[in-house]
């Protein structure tokens, strides 16, 4: 693992089959899918299949507490070819998620800032991407922590993994930002 995946209380790494259960017990929580996108998990087998054929993509990371080794989340890169905006070959789009038993600590802001340091000092991305739909403050907020800066809103968009019809705010940090 490089020195850009860990933090004080964190260190990211890449998902395993056997992280099934517990990333059914996390994402089977309705509270953490739909905040984020996507339908809350039914079954472990569901779980192991979603780590197969979404969580096995390049720059996609189980967020693990350091000292019980425990995952609480997940966090990624999409480029511009995954992504759901619009956004530049040199340019990503993060996306994240935290069970429910770690919101309220600052973990997803510290995994932030590590991802964000391996996508502009190790990755060279020249702008990274983020959104959050309409009321979830926790989102908006962590991105504000970590420098993103609202951009825009895109009103009553059909999101494809649930078939839901959402307002999504948009922010965005460019590597001149990160480094000033």
Partial sequence: MTNDLISDRLFLRTWRIDDAETLYELASDERVGPAAGWLPHRSPEESAEVIRSVFSAPETYAVVLRDTERIVGCIGLMGAGASNLAIASDEAE????LGVPYWGQGL??????LLMRRAFETLGYSALWCGWFDGNTRSERVQKKCGFRYLRTEHDRIWPLTGVVRTQHISRITRSEYFY
Avoid: K
């Fill in 108 to 113: 997803m802001t510290e995994a932030l800032r």
């Fill in 94 to 97: 993060v996306g994240y998620w």
